[in-house]
């Protein structure tokens, strides 16, 4: 069965510290997608991922895949309020699969 | 105008009552997905269609039932409803040789 685990679940930090979110995954996919949900509402793709050492940044957020360890990181630099939300990671289940499976979810909050 | 576009958007029923959400979009993708989300749980599939004849079963099927429409519309219904269907659903759309998908408003369900 394909998990995808992300930790922290919960992340409370103060604005201008930096932070690492991590996604773990055991299937042997080579592509990883990030997303964000604000409170209440939809989920928005942030980042897409398609190789082993690729790394993608917008803003304050940058993200990385290793394909190898089968994990992906998204780092935050300088927090500010606006990034509080919670953010998923996905994985295709497996390769031309075009099915994915979602991480539960790390719920950020930024602490003026 | 939304590219994808979810009716209703919040809903109350009863237990044993027929519901059917809706899914349209604009963005003249092939596939197209439910999912449901529920706390902490992340989002789980329920059923996915790569054109109008090809309808698959997801992770959580049971108690769902779908219509592809066309290729804009596809249509999710529970045929009798029950408490633990109450949950945020999801559509979803994607194209193209990777898997990234973007997502509809989101659908409230309250069943009582």
């Known amino acids: 069965e394909l998990k995808v685990e992300q930790n922290p679940l919960f992340l409370s930090m103060q604005e201008g510290k930096n932070y690492t979110i991590y996604c773990n995954y055991s299937t042997t996919s080579d592509r990883l997608y990030w997303y964000r949900q604000d409170p209440g509402k939809s989920l928005e793709s942030l980042f897409v991922l398609l190789s082993n050492g690729a790394v993608k940044q917008e803003g304050r957020l940058m993200a990385s895949l290793d394909t190898k360890a089968r994990l992906s990181t998204l780092h935050i630099t300088a927090a500010v309020h606006d990034l509080s939300a919670t953010y998923f990671c996905?994985?295709?289940?497996?390769?031309?699969?075009?099915?994915?499976?979602f991480g539960k979810g790390t719920k950020l909050s930024v602490i003026p | 105008d939304a590219d994808v576009t979810q009716t209703p958007r919040n809903r109350i029923t009863k237990t044993g009552k027929r519901i059917m959400l809706e899914c349209s979009q604009t963005?003249?993708?092939?596939?197209m997905y439910w999912y449901r989300q529920d706390p902490g749980l992340g989002l789980r599939l329920i059923y996915y269609?790569?054109?109008?004849?090809?309808?698959n079963k997801g992770e959580i099927s049971d108690g769902y039932s779908v219509s592809r429409q066309a290729q804009a519309k596809f249509s999710l219904s529970l045929e009798s409803a029950i408490p633990n269907q109450t949950a945020l659903y999801f559509c979803a759309t994607a194209d193209g040789s990777y898997n990234e998908q973007f997502f509809g408003p989101g659908t409230r369900l309250t069943v009582l």
């Open positions: 963005k003249g993708h092939d596939r």
């Open positions: 269609s790569f054109d109008v004849k090809d309808i």
């Open positions: 996905a994985v295709d289940v497996r390769a031309g699969s075009y099915q994915l499976t």
